[in-house]
């Protein structure tokens, strides 16, 4: 038997090929995902229209019953009457109640066929979704291989601690395509429908204007609006992604905007206190304080139903000490976190332990069903970076 022998060259080649093909497979299923997004708006249009329509016929069809069951009480009395006069109105009324029959029976009829198309419609459209996640996850842990297929691969082919280097390095990746999904979520449900709209309405606009200037300019204000709605998503977005206040003023006053954004649109009271640290603390620590909050009171404001939080961020000895508590409708912490790791990302929960644990600290939820839910993060103030498989 040949032992077969590779130099780093010969290696670099197959991995540019493996890549290529990965890239290739990856482009193909980001173009079936995105053809059945479009197919799936499209079947949203259809059951909206399907629902309002079937909402008239159920209208017609009660009014129809109705009447019908009049007309039978009335063919049953005229029945009842035998002169040739009688028989004669006899005859109209029949009539008159059998056209109400076929139109009530005919409604039905319709009515039937508009729920079995809403049925099919809402299975469509609870398929394309589900087929639009698997399909997001595939491309997600593809851009997790490839990232790694594309950075160090070769240096760590060499490392002694190769395994744990490996799967830290997996998990900065991971990390990272789920920010980048996330972001590419908000931009897609908030901005991006906003600018798609304003297309539409600069179309519907010169139309307007031209037959009546005074409709054409309501119209154009209305527009600006949406333009102004899709600006203030984006600056929402872009303060996300690096508020300024963290950058020019610090954590305290950060998490305080923070909390403020979130007490001016949300029907939340929160009751903080933000302690001062007399010396300055490491960026990566700030970043990671303020996203941790800015987690918890995210995931706070959209799944608790919490009306009251309490928020506390203090220091002792060389922690950081973060404590939050809402009076909402609490979870189970176990179900959630099998939940999140059986779909592969590390948003809510996950996403906290993961980041916590990065920088070596320590993280408590306490939570019941119906009992609100408490976190207890400790963070270290001496940071603890994970470079090159050890903490420095």
């Given amino acids: 038997m040949v032992a077969l022998k590779y130099s780093s060259d010969n290696i670099k080649e197959i991995l540019g090929d493996v890549i290529e093909e990965i ?3 990856k482009s193909k299923i980001f173009n079936i995902s995105d053809k059945m997004r479009d197919d799936l708006e499209v079947s949203k249009q259809e059951l909206k229209i399907i629902k309002a329509k079937l909402s008239e016929v159920i209208d ?12 039978r009480i009335k063919l049953v009395e005229e029945s009842k009457k035998t002169t040739n006069a009688d028989q004669y109105h006899f005859k109209l009324v029949y009539e008159e109640a059998l056209e109400t029959r076929v139109r009530f029976i005919t409604k039905q009829n319709e009515e039937k066929e508009l729920i079995l198309k809403r049925d099919a419609l809402e299975r469509t459209l609870r398929d394309y979704i589900k087929s639009i996640e698997e ?8 851009n997790i291989a490839l990232g790694y297929l594309q950075g160090n691969f070769l240096d760590i082919l060499k490392d002694e601690d190769e395994n744990s280097n490996m799967i830290n390095e997996i998990k900065i990746l991971e990390a990272q395509e789920v920010e980048r999904k996330r972001i590419a979520r908000e931009i897609h449900d ?7 709209n304003a297309m539409m309405r600069i179309d519907f606009c010169k ?10 300019i309501k119209e154009l204000d209305d527009l600006k609006m949406n333009v102004k709605m899709a600006l203030k998503e984006v600056r929402g977005i872009i303060y996300d992604l690096r508020p300024l206040s963290l950058e020019e003023r610090g954590l305290t006053d950060a998490i305080n905007e923070l909390i403020n954004r979130i007490i001016q649109e949300n029907n939340i009271e929160i009751h903080s206190f933000i302690e001062e640290y007399p010396r300055e603390i490491d960026k990566v620590i700030q970043i990671a304080a303020y996203r941790i909050v800015q987690e918890i009171l995210n995931n706070m404001k959209k799944h608790s139903k919490a ?17 939050v508590k809402d009076d909402g409708v609490g979870f189970n912490i176990r179900e959630t976190l099998a939940r999140t790791k059986e779909k592969g990302n590390c948003y809510g929960l996950l996403g906290i332990y993961e980041r916590v644990k990065s920088l070596g600290g320590r993280v408590d939820i306490k939570s019941l069903e119906g009992d609100g839910v408490t976190f207890k993060i400790k963070l270290p103030i001496c940071r603890k970076v994970w470079i090159n498989g050890k903490y420095n």
């Fill in 23 to 25: 890239n290739d497979g």
């Fill in 60 to 71: 017609e069809v009660d009014k129809l019953e109705k009447v019908d069951k009049v007309m």
């Fill in 135 to 142: 399909a997001e996850s595939a491309v997600n842990q593809i």
């Fill in 190 to 196: 908030g901005p991006a429908q906003y600018l798609a």
């Fill in 207 to 216: 139309v307007v204007v031209q037959k009546d200037l005074n409709k054409g």
């Fill in 307 to 323: 009306k009251i939080v309490d928020l506390k961020v203090n220091y002792i000895d060389n922690y950081m000490c973060i404590f």
